[in-house]
């Protein structure tokens, strides 16, 4: 399982950052905040080479061990198969994703407000699966002699589907690259428990509920007082979390207990709330309870309107624009409730955005503890360093900041490699939505995997994803 920061650490003192340099010393540095993404196709051609993408990575979609060598020929496969259906959820928001436009605005945003701050900083975006890939943000920082770096995912909570992917390539990188070994750097693995981000989304909501005392959503006969506040988060295989140890679960629960725990110090009146899993696909388990069961069950129990939260996500992309918009309306409005009010993802929001630049600059000081601590004794130190890290910056995270060799050594330590699950004939349940991007994570584990390789090597090739 995945450590959790201790108390015990707290007597460490950080090291300082010096805002703007002061010295010769400090003029030599140059800060560079890395902000890691998914990535989308931009266009309907994109798609299969996207697709291919995603299944290729063995963090995504994972092949019992003795059939690892096939992995490249069966992604080949499977985007092929799926790329059709996967341009038709991408036509309906417009043709491709609008997620590196939004991540790049992010990012200069944050340049900015770093620069309010005084600190003279390049912020990078990597994507995973597509452009910008992770590898030519690495060339673009080489080429700007960045010494100081801050990875920082752009997933609030942690799993190894999303940020955890990501981190590895990272690993490799790092360590294939001797041009690479002076960097320093330190990874924020989470950010969930951010003030500014829990205000951010408490605003967000706020909004929403309000906008039910509207004078038109008063004629329908809603209020805010009538408004359900239903969280829906990216889901993943209910094996990453029992038997690999993901802290993503809890991180998720604790982030609505935060933002929950906002709206009510406000006095903000509505009809409770609920956290769903959306996304879910093939003969496999997720996390539950799923969105479209959960809106029905909420119909059923008399609610009328909801606040819909894509929680797990940051910026527009097929899995707010279309999933939720399109399949999950469509699923609330034949269930009977006649509200529905999408917040809007993040996105450039001043809020957070000004709280994602703090915790930057307060990660500088631990680029300086992990390489230390790395080149004194090893892993002991590298991973009190990050402990401390952590608890002096007030973070309650799962997983402790620190070095992306640090981090996945305490993450990979306890766990189990992932397993493919066992399947009962018969007992299967389908879960199936026509986005592409959600496949994030989604068959990371995946018997269909497995189905597949059978079929292909005994020459019976069915195909079930068509």
């Known amino acids: 399982?995945?450590?959790?920061?201790?108390?015990?650490?707290?007597?460490?003192?950080?090291?300082?950052?010096?805002?703007?340099?002061?010295?010769?010393?400090?003029?030599?540095?140059?800060?560079?905040?890395?902000?890691?993404?998914?990535?989308?196709?931009?266009?309907?051609?994109?798609?299969?080479?996207?697709?291919?993408?995603?299944?290729?990575?063995?963090?995504?979609?994972?092949?019992?061990?003795?059939?690892?060598?096939?992995?490249?020929?069966l992604a080949r496969i499977v985007s092929y198969v799926r790329a059709p259906q996967s341009q038709e959820g991408y036509r309906a928001i417009g043709g491709g994703s609008p997620i590196r436009k939004t991540t790049e605005e992010q990012a200069e945003a944050l340049q900015r407000a770093m620069d309010a701050k005084d600190v003279d900083a390049k912020v990078y975006v990597a994507m995973r699966y597509w452009n910008p890939f992770t590898e030519e943000a690495i060339e673009r920082i080489k080429r700007d002699r960045i010494t100081d770096l801050v990875v920082l995912p752009l997933y609030p909570q942690f799993s190894v589907s999303t940020s955890g992917s990501s981190l590895r390539l990272l690993e490799k990188i790092f360590r294939d690259d001797p041009a690479l070994a002076p960097l320093k750097h330190t990874v924020i693995p989470s950010w969930?428990?951010?003030?500014?981000?829990?205000?951010?989304?408490?605003?967000?909501?706020?909004?929403?509920?309000?906008?039910?005392?509207?004078?038109?959503?008063?004629?329908?006969?809603?209020?805010?007082?009538?408004?359900?506040?239903?969280?829906?988060?990216?889901?993943?295989?209910?094996?990453?979390?029992?038997?690999?140890?993901?802290?993503?679960?809890?991180?998720?629960?604790?982030?609505?207990?935060?933002?929950?725990?906002?709206?009510?110090?406000?006095?903000?009146?509505?009809?409770?709330?609920?956290?769903?899993?959306?996304?879910?696909?093939?003969?496999?388990?997720?996390?539950?309870?799923?969105?479209?069961?959960?809106?029905?069950?909420?119909?059923?129990?008399?609610?009328?309107?909801?606040?819909?939260?894509?929680?797990?996500?940051?910026?527009?992309?097929?899995?707010?624009?279309?999933e939720i918009d399109m399949e999950y309306r469509e699923v609330a409005e034949e269930s009977g409730i006649k509200g529905w009010r999408r917040v809007p993802a993040l996105g450039c929001d001043q809020v957070f955005i000004d709280d994602l630049a703090s915790a930057a600059i307060e990660a500088l000081p631990y680029v300086d503890v992990n390489k230390a601590a790395a080149a004194r004794s090893g892993q002991g130190e590298v991973e009190n360093a990050a402990a401390a890290a952590a608890v002096l910056q007030g973070q309650s995270g799962l997983v402790p900041m620190g070095s992306v060799d640090a981090l996945l050594e305490t993450y990979d330590g306890d766990r189990k490699l992932l397993p493919v699950p066992d399947i009962t004939v018969g007992e299967w349940e389908w879960g199936w939505t026509r986005s592409a991007e959600l496949w994030n994570g989604r068959l990371a584990m995946s018997a269909l995997a497995a189905i597949l390789a059978f079929e292909i090597l005994t020459g019976k090739a069915a195909f079930l994803l068509e």
Do not use: C
């Open 1 to 73: 399982m995945v450590a959790t920061s201790s108390s015990s650490s707290s007597s460490l003192t950080p090291p300082t950052f010096q805002q703007r340099p002061q010295t010769p010393d400090d003029a030599k540095k140059n800060v560079g905040v890395l902000l890691l993404n998914l990535g989308g196709p931009e266009t309907l051609e994109d798609v299969q080479e996207f697709l291919y993408n995603l299944f290729a990575d063995p963090d995504i979609l994972r092949l019992p061990e003795p059939l690892g060598w096939a992995q490249p020929l």
């Open 192 to 322: 969930y428990q951010r003030p500014g981000y829990v205000r951010a989304m408490a605003n967000l909501i706020e909004r929403e509920i309000q906008a039910y005392d509207s004078e038109e959503e008063r004629k329908r006969g809603l209020g805010s007082r009538s408004a359900h506040v239903f969280f829906s988060a990216h889901g993943v295989p209910k094996s990453y979390v029992v038997e690999a140890g993901d802290p993503y679960k809890e991180e998720m629960e604790e982030t609505v207990e935060l933002i929950v725990g906002e709206l009510k110090r406000r006095g903000i009146a509505y009809n409770g709330h609920t956290l769903a899993y959306q996304s879910r696909v093939g003969p496999v388990e997720w996390l539950e309870p799923y969105t479209d069961d959960s809106i029905r069950y909420l119909a059923k129990q008399g609610v009328e309107a909801l606040v819909v939260v894509p929680i797990s996500f940051v910026s527009e992309h097929i899995e707010t624009l279309e």
